[in-house]
């Protein structure tokens, strides 16, 4: 897939191993857009998976349930990430691009720094 320039994934794990291979089969990704299924939070991303896909321009993930900010914080610090919530009427973008100053943390706002 080295020429793949967008990608949609449905109901996909978030973790560091699904974000690595993501980015090495399809290196000239432009859009990544993922809908994540982790419904225990068993899976989390490190420092490690937010810097394979860092270099995607633009990243689009809808949740079911809120993510916690401290298994996902590098993740969710990467300023190419729009996040968005899906719910039973569809997917509802959550203030388009989140700040540089803001993270999720339980379906709450707070500074990125203070997170985690």
């Known amino acids: 897939m080295p020429h793949l320039t967008r990608l949609e994934l ?3 794990l978030l973790c560091d191993e699904v974000l690595q291979t993501i980015s090495s089969t399809a290196p000239q990704l432009q859009e990544l857009s993922f809908n ?7 899976a989390a991303t490190t420092a490690a998976g937010a810097a394979a896909i860092a270099h995607i321009p633009r ?31 569809g997917t ?9 100053d803001t ?14």
């Open 103 to 116: 993270c999720i943390c339980c379906d709450c706002e707070r500074p990125r720094q203070a997170a985690g």
């Open 59 to 89: 990243i689009e993930l809808a949740w079911n349930k809120p993510l916690l900010c401290q298994h996902n914080l590098a993740l969710m610090r990467l300023p190419n990430l729009k996040v968005m919530r899906s719910n039973i009427r």
């Open 10 to 12: 449905v109901q996909v």
């Open 92 to 100: 509802e973008a959550r203030d388009a691009v989140w700040s540089a």
């Open 36 to 42: 994540v299924a982790n419904s225990n939070f068993a």
